[in-house]
């Protein structure tokens, strides 16, 4: 019906997402592809071994080439993950050398983070 409940605006939760316009991701870069690649024994950390991170540390990754972000206390590098990340590079960016906790839970809180990006985590956050 034109006018009806169904046209009414989203929900306002929706606003922290700026484009919801589809992406196109490129070849070789589907979900499969990426749970092929974290069970390939590469080394998708860009640190030799985990430990206590501190927000000043992680601020200054924040460039597409070495991208971190923290979700839930664990620190990520999401570097190699921007060209397969459903929602498209520009989206996960958003996050990149912050705390991306809210923005991630508001986006799709039922993904889960440590089955997809397990073989990410550089180490956990610490106060400093
Ligand atoms: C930090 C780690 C993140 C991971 C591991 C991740 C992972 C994913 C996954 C697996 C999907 C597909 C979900 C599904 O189809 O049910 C997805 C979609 C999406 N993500 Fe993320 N995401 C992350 C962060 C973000 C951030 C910070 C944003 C930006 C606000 C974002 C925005 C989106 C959007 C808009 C979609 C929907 C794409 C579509 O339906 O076409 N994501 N993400």
């Known amino acids: 019906?034109?006018?009806?409940?169904?046209?009414?605006?989203a929900p306002s939760t929706t606003r922290l997402v700026?484009?919801?316009a589809k992406v196109i991701l490129?070849?070789?870069?589907s979900p499969l592809d990426w749970a092929r690649l974290t069970t390939s024994?590469?080394?998708l950390r860009g640190v030799d071994s985990m430990g206590?991170?501190?927000?000043?540390?992680?601020?200054?990754?924040?460039?597409?080439d070495d991208c971190w972000t923290v979700i839930y206390g664990k620190v990520y590098n999401l570097t190699p993950y921007l060209k397969f990340h459903p929602g498209g590079k520009k989206e996960l960016m958003r996050v990149a050398g912050r705390d991306g906790t809210k923005?991630?839970?508001?986006?799709?809180s039922w993904v889960n983070i440590d089955s997809l990006m397990g073989e990410?985590?550089?180490?956990?956050l610490v106060p400093s």
């Open 120 to 124: 990410c985590i550089v180490g956990y």
């Open 103 to 108: 923005l991630f839970t508001y986006t799709h």
């Open 26 to 29: 490129e070849p070789g870069h």
């Open 52 to 64: 206590p991170i501190t927000m000043e540390e992680v601020k200054k990754h924040k460039s597409d």
């Open 18 to 20: 700026k484009s919801r």
């Open 41 to 43: 024994g590469k080394n």
């Open 1 to 9: 019906m034109l006018g009806g409940p169904q046209r009414l605006a």
